[in-house]
């Protein structure tokens, strides 16, 4: 069974910038495809950033240039560097574990994806 953690969220100002770390369990991590989704309020869960065994990585379109995603292995983490974040990224962002880390989000949830619980990222003034 796969488990990944996420952590790092919190209150932050239109502008600033945040890190989320996510952490696997009960897996090696190096050999894995893992991404980022949110879920803002009202709206189906999206695909931001996945990251290959590979390091190897995609981005849905309306972050990328602010948004690094990156993985250490040694650590068993992943991490989403999140810059000039905006009030319309406030959202639930998932880490998960197993994906299909190809060009088109869509496809990225397998159907043996795991994810994590979700750590709340508020952008407001």
């Known amino acids: 069974q796969l488990h990944v953690v996420e952590s790092g969220g919190g209150l932050v100002q239109p502008g600033e910038s945040m890190r989320l770390s996510c952490v696997g369990s009960?897996?090696?991590?190096?050999?894995?495809?893992l991404a980022w989704f949110r879920q803002a309020p009202g709206k189906e869960r999206e695909g931001v950033s996945c990251?290959?065994?590979?390091?190897?990585?995609h981005y849905v379109d309306s972050v990328k240039g602010r948004f690094t995603i990156s993985r250490d292995n040694a650590k068993n983490t992943v991490y989403l560097q999140m810059n000039s974040l905006k009030v319309e990224e406030t959202a639930v962002y998932y880490c998960?574990?197993?994906?299909?880390?190809?060009?088109?989000?869509?496809?990225?949830?397998?159907?043996?994806?795991?994810w994590g619980q979700g750590t709340q990222v508020t952008v407001s003034s």
């Open positions: 009960g897996f090696t991590l190096d050999y894995y495809a």
């Open positions: 998960a574990d197993n994906v299909e880390c190809i060009d088109n989000p869509e496809y990225w949830i397998s159907p043996n994806i795991a």
């Open positions: 990251i290959n065994s590979r390091e190897g990585t």
